[in-house]
C-alpha cells in the first residue's frame, strides 16, 4: 500500500518558468535528524533551481553536525522570537511540503498552523500509518529514508539533470544516516542504485560522514562515557536493555539539542539484547525511543503504551508521567512481550 501522486505534485511544482512560481515552505518533524534535514533541504535546493521561493522551517533547532548542508543558512528553527515570522510564512505559503512525518503531532508548535493554513500540503514521507491531513503524497513505507522518495519524485518528474552536488550532498546525508551507513534491512538494491547516482556527481562521501559522525563535541563524548558506566542498564530475562536521563543529568554535562541522538543504539548492541530504550526527561515529557532487532516491533509497543509510532525496528513516544514512573510503567509491561523477546534472535 503506498501513495505516489508523483504527478499531481509534478503539476503543482512543475512549471515555473511558465509563471506559475510558487512560494513553498517546507517543514519536517521536531528534532530533525540528517534524513528529515537532508531530504528538507535537498527538496529545497531542487525547487529554487526550479524557480520556486522556498523556505524551510524546523519545529525545533538541531544538532551542529547538520549545520554544513547547503542551504542550512537559510533554515528557521522554530522558537517563540520566530512566531509571528513563521505565521505569516504559513498564511503566504501557496504550497506547505511536510517531509519526513506522517502525523502533525511530531512539528509541534507548528501543527496548527499547517493545519490551518490554505496553502496546498503535500506529504513525502516513509513512517506508517500517515495521518490523513494532506491534499497530495509520495508515501511508501518501503522507501529506506525520505531523501529517497525526495530523489525518486526529481528523477520521476524527468528533472534528474538539475541534481547537483549540494543537492546530493544533502540527499545522501539522509539516506546514509537512515540506513545506518548502509547497513540496516532497509538497505535495498535501489538505495545502492540511488547511492551510485550520487556518487557519480562526485561528492565527497567520506567528507559526508566525518562531518556528520565524526563531528562529537567533547560533552557529548563525556555524557556518553557517564552513560555507558552508569546508566546502562540490562534486564537480561526481557533480552532488554535501556538509559534514562533526568534534566539534571543532561544539564551536568551541558547536553545540548542532538547529543543523545544514537544513544539508544549501544544499548541495542549489547549482547543478547532484542529490544533497548532511552526515557530523556524533556521539560513537561519524557521522550522515549525504542529499537529492536529482527521481527518484534517496537512500533507496536509504542503506540499501544506510549502516545507514539515509527517503524518497526525503531520508533519513539512520550509519556507525561515522570521519569521514574515512566520507568516503571515499561518494567510493568514486559512480561507481556516475554515470550515474543526471547523467540527474538
Ligand atoms: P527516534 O527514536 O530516533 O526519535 O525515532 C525513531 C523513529 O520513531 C522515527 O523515525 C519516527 O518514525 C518515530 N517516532 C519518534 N518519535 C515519535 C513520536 O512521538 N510519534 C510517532 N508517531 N513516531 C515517532
Ligand atoms: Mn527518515
Known amino acids: 500500500l503506498f501513495m505516489q501522486d508523483i504527478e499531481a505534485i509534478g503539476a503543482v511544482i512543475g512549471q515555473p518558468l511558465s509563471g506559475a512560481a510558487q512560494t513553498v515552505l517546507i517543514t519536517t518533524h521536531q528534532n530533525p535528524d540528517a ?191 557517564y552513560v555507558l558506566n552508569e546508566k546502562l542498564k540490562v534486564v537480561p530475562e526481557y533480552k532488554f536493555a535501556y538509559i534514562t536521563l533526568t534534566d539534571a543529568e543532561l544539564k551536568q554535562y551541558r547536553s545540548k539539542t542532538g547529543d543523545t541522538e544514537g544513544m539508544v543504539n549501544y544499548a541495542l548492541s549489547v549482547e543478547g539484547v532484542v529490544m533497548a530504550a532511552i526515557l530523556i526527561d524533556r521539560n513537561d515529557e519524557i521522550r522515549l525511543s525504542f529499537r529492536s532487532i529482527g521481527d518484534f516491533s517496537v512500533r507496536e509497543l509504542v503506540s499501544k503504551h506510549f502516545n507514539g509510532g515509527g517503524h518497526r525496528n525503531a520508533a519513539g513516544g512520550r509519556s507525561k508521567l515522570s521519569l521514574a514512573e515512566t520507568e516503571k510503567k515499561l518494567l510493568t509491561i514486559l512480561p507481556q512481550y516475554q515470550q515474543q523477546l526471547l523467540e527474538t534472535v
Open 35 to 225: 534524513d528529515a534535514m537532508g531530504s528538507s533541504l535537498g527538496l529545497a535546493g531542487y525547487l529554487r533551481k526550479k524557480g520556486h521561493r522556498v523556505t524551510v522551517v524546523t519545529p525545533t533547532d538541531y544538532g551542529q553536525n547538520l549545520y554544513w548542508m547547503p542551504g542550512n543558512d537559510d533554515v528557521i528553527a522554530f522558537d517563540e522570537k520566530v512566531r509571528v515570522t513563521v505565521a505569516q510564512l504559513m498564511e503566504e505559503a501557496d504550497v506547505i511540503f511536510c517531509l519526513d512525518f506522517s502525523s502533525l503531532d511530531r512539528i509541534r508548535d507548528l501543527a496548527p498552523m499547517v493545519r490551518q493554513s490554505r496553502a496546498r500540503k503535500i506529504l513525502i514521507d516513509h513512517h506508517l500509518e500517515p495521518e490523513a491531513f494532506a491534499d497530495l503524497a509520495l508515501w511508501d513505507p518501503s522507501a529506506a529514508a525520505t531523501a529517497e522518495l525526495v530523489f525518486r519524485l526529481i528523477v520521476q518528474l524527468g528533472d534528474k539533470d538539475l541534481l547537483d552536488v549540494p543537492i546530493a550532498e544533502c540527499l545522501y546525508s539522509g539516506l546514509m544516516t537512515d540506513t545506518g551507513s548502509f547497513r540496516h534491512s532497509n538497505t535495498t538494491g535501489d538505495v545502492h542504485r540511488m547511492a551510485a547516482e550520487l556518487l557519480d556527481l562526485k561528492i565527497d562521501v567520506s567528507s559526508i560522514h566525518r562531518r556528520i559522525f565524526d563531528n562529537v563535541s567533547l560533552d557529548k563524548f563525556r555524557l556518553l562515557g
